[in-house]
């Protein structure tokens, strides 16, 4: 069974950090390209970062140079580390573990809700 569990979402005042992380089970993670969304209330989900199974990374233009993604393949792990946190960045971050290119599969997380008070 194909588990993705985020973590470390809460509440931050703006300007502060948090660090996401998605644990995964039941898949093999290095041959997965990893992805962090969000969906904010009233919003589309949209992309925030992905990591390539050899770890080239893309960023939405509204995060680059304040989050960064990263990956554990050891440890089945994506991370999201979001630095200068804004009240626009508040959403519901969902992780997503791909491999549409090779199977067809595409896996979510439950979400972790990220809260940024002005």
């Known amino acids: 069974q194909v588990q993705l569990v985020e973590s470390g979402g809460g509440l931050v005042q703006s300007g502060g950090s948090l660090r996401l992380s998605c644990a995964t089970s039941?898949?093999?993670?290095?041959?997965?390209?990893m992805g962090w969304y969000r969906r904010a209330p009233g919003n589309k989900r949209e992309l925030v970062a992905t990591?390539?199974?050899?770890?080239?990374?893309n960023y939405a233009a509204s995060v680059k140079g304040r989050f960064t993604i990263s990956r554990d393949n050891n440890k089945n792990t994506v991370y999201l580390q979001m630095n200068s946190l804004k009240p626009e960045d508040a959403a519901l971050y969902y992780c997503?573990?791909?491999?549409?290119?090779?199977?067809?599969?595409?896996?979510w997380g439950q979400g972790t809700q990220v809260t940024v008070s002005s």
């Open positions: 990591i390539t199974r050899d770890g080239s990374t």
């Open positions: 039941g898949i093999i993670f290095s041959m997965f390209d």
């Open positions: 997503n573990a791909d491999r549409k290119w090779l199977t067809g599969e595409d896996y």
